[in-house]
Structures are given as structure tokens and as C-alpha cells.
């Protein structure tokens, strides 16, 4: 009995021992941790923009010849665009109009999923023309969106494989 007395002493003083590092430590540790978090890597609007402007044409190939699966994966690439941009760019009054374009990617992907390629067309120009007035709004009218006339890319087929 004893021996089990002399050992729950020995930890409840064990467990006293202020040995731990203090909140002056503990807030230090927290506020360089935070300076490295401040310097690291955001991506800003623009590179966001970027990949959606290539999303946007590579969206219009994919669907215009028929490769509903690429188009598929191209609209999906937009919309995950969009919610980073709505996760990372909070700090940009811009973001506040993205909500806008939710109801053009509902119709996009409706005639996707349908195969549907005169819906798609019409689609592709609304989604064309909200990038359009979203730009106008933020006022970035110069940054004008097109139907595009030539693949981004030529190491990319945008066929419909053959099965």
C-alpha cells in the first residue's frame, strides 16, 4: 500500500513540474510560424483566370467535336478554378460576382451530361459572355473572352477517342 502511495506522490509532482515551454514560448512558436505562413505561396486572381481561360478553350474543342468525357473533365477543371478562387482570393472584391457564373456551369454541364451539342454551343456562349459582364462589373472590360478559333494546345487531340 504504501508503494502505491509513493508512486502516485511521485506522479502528481511529475505532472506539476512547470518543465513545458510558458505561453511567451508557446506564442513566439505561433507567431513564426505564422510569418512563414504569410510569406508562402498564394496564387493570386490572375493565375486562377489564367488556367480557367485554358479550361474555356479546351472546354470548347472537347464538347464541339464530341468528346463528352474531356468536356466533362474541362468543366469540372472551371469549376474547381472557381472554388479556389473563392477559397484563396477572398481579399479581392472580384470574388464577390463569381457566384454569377453558377448558373451558365448548371447549364454547361446539363447539355454535357446530355451529349447535347447544339445545348452545348449555347451554353459555351453564355458561359463566354457572364466571363464578359463579370469583367465589365470588376471593371476589367479590357479583358474581352472569345469563342476560340484555334486549340490552345496542338499536342492535344481533342477527338473523341476511338474505342
Request: with cysteine; charged share 20%.
Amino acid at each position: 500500500m504504501k508503494r502505491t502511495v509513493y508512486v502516485v506522490l511521485v506522479y502528481m509532482l511529475l505532472s506539476c513540474n512547470p518543465g513545458g515551454p510558458d505561453k511567451t514560448t508557446l506564442q513566439l512558436q505561433i507567431d513564426s510560424i505564422q510569418k512563414k505562413l504569410d510569406k508562402s505561396y498564394k496564387p493570386g486572381l490572375g493565375e486562377f483566370m489564367s488556367g480557367i481561360q485554358v479550361h474555356h478553350a479546351k472546354l470548347w474543342f472537347a464538347g464541339g467535336s464530341g468528346n463528352w468525357e474531356l468536356a466533362d473533365f474541362e468543366i469540372k477543371e472551371i469549376q474547381e478554378a472557381i472554388e479556389d478562387i473563392q477559397t484563396y482570393c477572398t481579399d479581392r472584391p472580384e470574388t464577390a460576382l463569381i457566384p454569377m457564373i453558377n448558373p451558365v456551369l448548371d447549364s454547361m454541364n446539363l447539355s454535357i451530361g446530355n451529349r447535347d451539342i447544339q445545348g452545348f454551343k449555347s451554353s459555351f456562349i453564355l458561359l463566354t459572355n457572364a466571363c464578359n459582364s463579370c469583367h465589365k462589373a470588376t471593371k476589367h472590360a479590357f479583358n474581352v473572352i472569345q469563342v476560340p478559333v484555334t486549340p490552345p494546345f496542338t499536342n492535344q487531340s481533342f477527338q473523341k477517342p476511338k474505342t
